[in-house]
C-alpha cells in the first residue's frame, strides 16, 4: 500500500525529535563563507554559524538545494510507489521551491510541491499539522488543505536589530536601512502573504519591547493559541525577555526555543529574534 512521505528544506524550524517522529526528509540549503561552502545540518550546525558570520570578511551567500538533491530523494521515497509532499519556504527569499518543482519533473514519483508561504518554525507548524493527517491516512489534498489552514491561523514576527543584512541581501528597501544606520531605528518586521513587510519601526530596545507587548496582547485576546516558537540570532537577552512574558499569558504550551537556520540569520543578521504562532 503507498503512503505520503514529507520532504522539506532545512530552514524548516524543526526539532530532531519531530524529524524522527514523523520521518521527514530534509534537504539541505548552503551557505558560503568567504569562498567556503557549508551544508545546514551537515557541515554547520545553526549555533557556529553566527560566530562565523561575525568574522566573515563579507555577507554570507546563500544557495538553494541542487535540482540533483530533490530528486534523488523524490525517487528514493517514492520507490515503494509512496506519493511525496514537497515543503518549501518562500519563494520570496529563496527560489528553493522552484528548484523542487523542476526535479518533480524530472523524477517518476508523484510529488507535490508546496511553497508554504513562511518559513522557520512557522513552517513546522505546517509540516507538523500536514504529518498527522498522513498518520490519519489522510490524502495528499487534505494535507495539503490543512497546511494552508494552519498558515491562515499562523504569525510571524521577526524584530530587526540592525537591518545591514537585508538591505545587502536585497530583502527591505534601502531606505529603511539608512533609518537603522542614521537614528538607531529597530524594526519589527511580519511575514504576510508570502511577503516580508515592515510592521512598524522605532529608536532603541525599549520601541521593541512596548511592541512586543502589543503582539503578545493581541494574542490573547484573540483565538486560542495552539502553538508558539521563538527563533534569534545570538539575541539570548531578548529572546529571555519575551519568553519570560509568553510563560506568564501561556503557561502550558510548551514553546519551542531555537538559533535559527544560516539561511534566515545571513538575510536577518545578529541579534534578531522572532515570534511564531499559530491559533484555533
Known amino acids: 500500500m503507498s503512503k505520503i512521505k514529507i520532504v522539506c528544506d532545512s530552514s524548516a524550524g524543526l526539532t530532531e525529535e519531530e524529524i524522527k517522529k514523523y520521518d521527514i526528509t530534509i534537504v539541505p540549503l548552503t551557505v558560503m563563507i568567504d569562498g567556503t561552502v557549508y551544508t545546514e545540518g551537515e557541515t554547520i550546525t545553526n549555533d557556529q554559524f553566527p560566530e562565523l558570520m561575525k568574522n566573515a570578511q563579507s555577507l554570507p551567500k546563500t544557495s538553494q538545494p541542487p ?46 510541491v508546496v511553497d508554504c508561504h513562511t518559513t522557520d518554525r512557522c513552517m513546522a507548524f505546517q509540516i507538523i499539522e500536514a504529518a498527522k493527517v498522513i498518520e490519519r491516512d489522510g490524502t495528499m489534498d487534505e494535507a495539503v488543505a490543512k497546511m494552508r489552514d494552519v498558515f491562515s491561523k499562523s504569525k510571524l514576527f521577526l524584530a530587526i536589530d540592525k537591518l545591514d543584512n537585508l538591505v545587502a541581501g536585497g530583502r527591505v528597501n534601502r531606505f529603511s536601512g539608512t533609518l537603522s544606520k542614521l537614528l538607531n531605528i529597530k524594526v519589527m518586521l511580519e511575514i504576510k502573504d508570502g511577503e516580508i513587510t515592515i510592521d512598524s519601526k522605532g529608536r532603541g530596545t525599549k520601541y ?38 509568553l510563560k506568564e499569558h501561556f503557561p502550558d504550551i510548551n514553546i519551542v526555543v531555537r538559533e535559527t537556520v544560516p539561511i534566515i540569520a545571513t538575510h536577518t543578521g545578529i541579534g534578531a529574534n522572532s515570534l511564531h504562532y499559530y491559533t484555533e
Open 67 to 112: 535540482i540533483g538533491k530533490f530528486v534523488e530523494a523524490f525517487d528514493q521515497l517514492g520507490a515503494d510507489g509512496s506519493e511525496v509532499l514537497c515543503v518549501c519556504m518562500m519563494e520570496s527569499i529563496s527560489g528553493t521551491v522552484h528548484a523542487a518543482e523542476q526535479a518533480a519533473k524530472m523524477t517518476k514519483t508523484a510529488v507535490t
Open 208 to 245: 521593541l519591547h512596548k511592541t512586543w507587548e502589543r503582539i503578545l496582547q493581541q494574542m490573547v485576546e484573540g483565538p486560542k493559541v495552539k502553538a508558539i516558537g521563538i527563533s534569534d540570532v545570538q539575541a539570548t537577552k531578548e529572546v529571555n525577555w519575551l519568553l519570560e512574558r
